[in-house]
């Protein structure tokens, strides 16, 4: 009887929390990409995304049961292992529920935009050393990223001393964005979330000594209310000669523009500074073109299935998960660092024991 | 008990013949990639490779039963596909004993090299129209090639008149290649096989008027004695004023560098025309530099992958497969053209009936 | 007798004030270059370099007069304008003293360091309003910016905000670079000068509210007693919504790395984003590579080409200069209040009337 | 008096003969861009060209005179060499005639389409020893074919048995070029003559051994009246295990589309393999893309230049031509076997000798 793997207990059962756009994508991931990830149970607040998931021909021959509840789901028979696709307001609270439940989560980034909620997530995963608590930070795991860190690791370009790193979004003029903007923590946060976190991965996490920033309305001003910006650019010095800048944006017309370079004192390396959705490339009276990648999931859908193999196999064979929540919380303070910035037009500065100081 | 979809009978249980590279390839491709796939079995006639398989964790985990012999393999209960990955000169034999045992078939390129035992294989699937068999031409199913086509068809490029397609190899200096080309039918028909594919796909099966091909032996000089070259560049001319061209190569320095360019009347698609492994770029004191991927296998995994999905899904949804038997019989009618022009140094020409002419 | 054009008038006696690397480069261009440009003197105060312009055979055989004082060639009998290629600190007096004199005048960027200076210059240009005296912002002929801007011109891009601009040197070696520092104002005075320009240029010179740098030393500590550093990042903030970003460098690896990308409200022009010797590209074990152009000269060589023919057509034909004195005085406002900000820390403000403001 | 260079005897009086597209262009080359260059004289036939030249503001200024006869231009007092670009079929007999008047000449290629035509201007050169005469294949004078000829002769890329070579020109649709086509030999003598040239000279002038071309018509079809075709494809096999293969098309929607690879024992070199006007790329909703250059004129104006300059050199320096008639010889000898292969359907092969051979 039985099937796959399940006699063996090399199987690892698994909920997805959150129905949202990427919620769906991780659960479609687990089911086609992780063959030792069994879905068991999803879950969502939204009584539109549960209906749609009830009548779902996968959910359905796949078995996964559909909750109304978070609480609830995490009850569910037999659960070993959440993923948290939840909106980040609850990120942190979710986090530690499951694991005060004794579950090992994947919690998708930001852990959330408050720090001491980030503490206290972090302290929770500290208190059971059993569970895998892993932080969601998707470009870790994309092929390209983890070729340039292992020539910058095997001394291709020397000491890595500048990094620009890019997050441009398509323009959405659908609406959907700007009510997603209201509960992101501004475009520091969540957006340049990632190039911060690439920055300090790169150069093994310096100690930040000043950040500024700058910004722009230029699609959606109704962001103003939401003290954000629609394009903005920052700067961040680190102590010890080092210095990332970045540029975030809502507006692009060609599509997901997600670009990184690490400078070093003997060479450069470059991440996709001339995105290309595919190897296509059209050759008529308006010269050569190729198309972009439209949003984040074409240009890292093999990323979350690497994420979410390396989780699945960090759990079952008891191993280090390959990105920690601690990860989350300097990736945090310089991107709200970043985003007081732009609002205040002051620089903002630390110490090297991190400690905010001000300009006499 | 039971598990994922296993209710619904939407599960569909294959086995893989073959335990070479690619059969290995194929049944990690079917784990990892295929969610309604259920590899049940496989088979070598060599037994360092049903060793390898009978000690591989994966396939005691997914309970896969290895057999010796194909013959048995296709006895296994409840087997319902096969995926026919073994060496060229039986895929045509075991894809007809498939046949005969009732069961779908998924058979690698080419069907064989011998055009009569072509026919015979599709003959065979015409007398069982209710299984699905399928022929594998893998670049048929990249994502790039597709787009290409699509462009194509909807007339981006106004009439498509000519094909430039390349199929260059990494050179091998492992001998493994030598020893795999003594049976392959020659470099026309091993590698250019999918090029005359694409041709033949992107311009609609036009009938081929003359073949001639050149070669010459630069890094593999035992061929001689198989006939064949490590470098070839041949020329299809084709009745209604359209024409193909292919260089094939074992000896590249750079990597696997597989290239299209369709012209059409008012513009031209190129695919691949500039390989690379991915998106990263070094600049160094050498200037910039991208590397390749050193074989199809990095180049075409994904076209893989959706090759075995969409063929899981034609059997489970009783669809038409995407590629049918027939497509092979004209491919390597033009792949053996050229390479009897390679070894005569004549025009092979053909009527617009597609019978053998000669010149007067 | 006679020769070209000599009868008609329509040749400029022209002389070349300075004989380093770029004086010399400019006899060049004037020589061969320009049809209707005769180099009638050079001068140098550096006794080698006007020593070996005396046994330069061109010189000699174009009957080019050499000087060993400014104010002596400025005498030069039939001299119609000057081109200055001095050092920084004299670009402004030499500018002065050859309007007083009645010559027309292209003086190479910066004017000078000092914005007094920049004003008095200026000033002595207005006053001769049947002079044309031009600043030389070279970037500004060249073909690829100058495609671009009509591009954004003709609204490709829709309303440009956002220009991010690098110039990033080859690493020197050699000490010339770090003797030439001495007296250059800077590296955002020195090298981001020209980025400013085009940030100016492309976006409609918006006024700037704030300024932002830092920098880091990591090839040439010595450049701290200069108050200087080797790699630097700069933010300005116009009033307007409208945002420039650069990055200046003396220490890259690969080569000249000069690009510019400005975005718009309807997409994104870029400027040689992935820098290119020529045209070729080597294949080989390390993957695929291209050479990159070791100085500017090789990237702006044409136009410093198209500079001195529209200079000189300028003054034959009397029209308007295609850049005028005045655009280097903004350009060096911003210059000097980024270089400040990289020393003090602090974000430098002005008003929309240009003031400086400072913080509360 | 005099000017530039006069006295020293250092300059080279020389004259454009046919002021068609090209011959303007020489002339225009030679005022700006060649300084040891005076252009005394230019002929046509045409009275449209030489009113047009007689009327020119340059032609006036720089003293250049306008003949309506070859042969009396060639009387021209001080004439000291002429640049002959006038139609194809008089090239040979107009080298001829200057060599025979002690003119030295620089001669657009092709030669002729006669090959008793090319021999009698090879062998009339060789009769005068002292004159400098040199055939036009600009392409050897682009610094990206020389960049990749240096790398091919510095091993690189080890023997180089393999040549790539296409010559696209952009659709004419004004009728200009049906009408020029009616002269020029036929698409593999008037377009691929240049990439034949290109493979013979990064292969060291291997002995061709067969050649075989395909072709057709599908914007042209007036072609077929003058035996030519608007696409064609052409293989050369030569002596000692080398190939090139050709594209040639007059059909190009994005532009003059020139590209060359190289392929050696260890690595491949390509020249252009991704035309591109210039240094910019817009990015819009289309995604990215680049212009090409429109025709040859942009792709290889520098090349002119280059061309004239050395010419000049060679004959003021008394130094070798750069490139030799008896170049042409061969070039044209493939050439004219590919056009008779087209037309045919026949392989044209030569022995080692380089005779003709009929198959058994």
Sequence with gaps: ????????????????????????????????????ARVVAVCSAAPHETEWARGNQDYIDFDIKVYDSYDDMLNHQGLQAVWISTSTDVHASHTIKAVEKGLHVLCEKPLSTDLNEVSAAIAAAESRPDLKVMAGFSRRFDASYRDAYQKVKSNTIGEPYLVRSNTCDLLDETGFFVAYAKRNG????????????????????????????????????????????????????FYGGKIAYFHASRTQAHGHDVCTEISGTQGKVMVNVIPKANNVVVADRTGMRHEVQPEYWQRFEDAFATEAQEFVTAVLDDNKVPVSLETGFLVMKIGRALQESLMTGKVIKFNEQGERIEDI
């Design 186 to 237: 501004g475009i520091f946060v969540d957006c340049t979330i990632h190039d911060i976190d690439l920055a300090l991965w790169f150069m093994d996490s310096p100690a930040p000594k000043s950040c500024f920033a700058v910004g722009t309305l230029k699609h959606h001003p109704e962001l103003a209310e939401s003290h954000d910006v629609d394009n903005g650019v920052g700067v961040v010095e």
């Design 1 to 36: 009887m039985g099937s796959h793997a399940e006699k063996s207990g090399k199987m690892l059962n698994i909920a997805v929390a959150g129905l949202g756009r990427m919620g769906k994508r991780h659960v479609a991931t687990l089911l086609n990409r992780v063959a030792r």
